[in-house]
């Protein structure tokens, strides 16, 4: 069975920085799109950015030149390095990937950026 697993996530000071992963787990013949949302207190979640197969990338214009996703083929996960973190980037970030054809959500990990 598939299993995506997230890690990295955390309390950091404004300006400060994380790296979240999300590991895909069990049997599967390729994953071809994989992408980061998150969901802050009150608020509907929201795609902050996203990596096709072909290498294609989005980022929302909130986290643009902050954020940068990238894929690790090697451990099978997808990155979402945060820089310059502001207290709006306060959330619940979840990894979202379609594997063999299927949807699939992280379990989703808490960052906090205090002022």
């Known amino acids: 069975q598939v299993q995506l697993v997230e890690s990295g996530g955390g309390l950091v000071q404004a300006g400060g920085s994380l790296r979240l992963s999300c590991a895909t787990s069990?049997?599967?013949?390729?994953?071809?799109?994989m992408a980061w949302y998150r969901q802050a207190p009150g608020k509907q979640r929201e795609q902050v950015a996203r990596l096709t197969s072909s290498g294609s990338t989005y980022y929302a214009d909130s986290v643009k030149g902050r954020f940068t996703i990238s894929r690790d083929n090697a451990k099978n996960a997808v990155i979402l390095d945060l820089n310059n973190l502001k207290p709006e980037d306060t959330g619940v970030y979840y990894c979202?990937?379609?594997?063999?054809?299927?949807?699939?959500w992280g379990q989703g990990t808490q960052v906090t950026v205090s002022s």
């Open positions: 069990g049997t599967f013949f390729s994953i071809t799109f």
């Open positions: 979202n990937e379609i594997v063999d054809t299927r949807f699939y």
